[in-house]
């Protein structure tokens, strides 16, 4: 029984420590350093630019990746965007305005393995139309 109560201790202290924010780099001027929840699988970044511009550029990268917009839902200082992607990925992006010259941006990919990859790709076109 002792064994057991330390393998337990031993598997939920690995669990914490495996559950790890990593930065990544991205393309914004505003922050060029993103995070990345692997847990989670959210990934969160800064762009420059006015609420409004910055909702353009997230239906722009979705149209460009030739994703689906099946929801929008648009608030003062907030707004989400859920989509579809090949092999039926769901992607879900929250705007939040949360400064007068940047907004923060929460990407969560729904594609199993390439989460990170996805939401870098989504943020990237993102950053490219809100120029």
Do not use: H, W
């Not at 598997?11 to 914490?16: I, S, T, V």
């Not at 979705?62 to 929008?72: A, P, Q, S, V």
């Not at 989504?122 to 120029?131: L, Q």
Request: contains cysteine; aromatic residues 10%; hydrophobic residues 40%.
């Amino acid at each position: 029984m002792k064994i057991l109560s330390k393998l337990s201790i031993l598997f939920a202290a690995f669990a914490l420590v495996a559950c790890t924010t990593s930065n990544v780099a991205v393309e914004s001027p505003a922050a060029p350093v993103a995070q990345y929840d692997s847990m989670s699988g959210e990934f969160v970044g800064r762009l420059g630019g006015d609420f409004a511009n910055l909702m353009r550029a997230a239906n722009s990268a979705f149209d460009d990746l030739k994703y689906y917009r099946i929801g929008e839902k648009l608030y003062t200082t907030k707004a989400k965007t859920i989509a579809r992607g090949p092999k039926d990925i769901k992607v879900i992006v929250d705007i939040y305005q949360d400064k007068a010259d940047s907004c923060k941006i929460v990407i969560s990919a729904d594609s199993g393995e390439n989460n990170l990859i996805k939401s870098q790709e989504i943020f990237n076109k993102m950053a490219k139309y809100s120029r």
